[in-house]
């Protein structure tokens, strides 16, 4: 996937932030900036210029041995694929942070970035304008999800 922020109208930070709603404009426009420039997704940004989440994703951040997701204090959605991400992070001892606030600088330096939601599960990101990602810690994901979903 190659992916852009969408800058143009900012996710506010309130208390429906984290909830999926009927109010869905932002990620609609967010769409068609992302259609229009030839893009697989584009970065939601809050009102306050932190990195909230991709137009129907959560995003993860790898870098070295970390893990970052934003916090949800900052507005993403708190969706279902995002809490198992968590949880396997925790389960298998990975180093994950998800209450400090990301920046583009974030996905500069990133080895590796991902996609999460329910209907598409991890979706990785090959591109942010010239910088290219890395797809180990993606694959490991998938598989730790496979398991838990079809291990009996």
């Given at each position: 996937?190659?992916?852009?922020?969408?800058?143009?109208?900012k996710k506010?930070v309130n208390?429906?932030?984290?909830?999926?709603t009927?109010?869905a404009?932002?990620?609609?426009?967010a769409g068609?900036?992302?259609?229009?420039?030839k893009?697989?997704?584009?970065?939601?940004i809050n009102e306050?210029?932190?990195?909230?989440?991709?137009?129907?994703?959560?995003?993860?951040i790898?870098k070295?041995?970390?893990?970052?997701?934003?916090?949800l204090k900052?507005?993403?959605?708190?969706?279902i694929?995002?809490?198992?991400?968590?949880?396997?992070?925790?389960?298998h001892?990975?180093k994950?942070?998800h209450?400090?606030?990301?920046?583009?600088?974030?996905l500069?330096?990133a080895?590796?970035v991902?996609?999460?939601?329910?209907?598409?599960g991890?979706?990785?990101?090959?591109?942010?304008k010239?910088r290219?990602y890395?797809?180990?810690?993606?694959h490991q994901?998938i598989?730790?999800?496979?398991?838990?979903?079809?291990?009996?």
């Open positions: 996937m190659i992916i852009d922020f969408f800058r143009e109208i506010p208390s429906f932030a984290n909830l999926k009927a109010n404009l932002l990620y609609v426009m068609l900036f992302a259609k229009e420039r893009l697989d997704d584009c970065i939601l306050n210029g932190n990195l909230v989440e991709g137009i129907s994703s959560n995003i993860f790898i070295g041995d970390k893990i970052f997701t934003p916090p900052d507005g993403p959605v708190a969706g694929m995002r809490k198992q991400i968590l949880k396997i992070a925790n389960k001892g990975l994950i942070n209450e400090s606030s990301l920046t583009e600088e974030h500069i330096s080895d590796e991902f996609l999460t939601n329910v209907i598409s991890i979706r990785w990101v090959l591109a942010y010239d290219r890395f797809n180990h810690i993606a994901f598989d730790k999800l496979n398991i838990m979903a079809f291990d009996n």
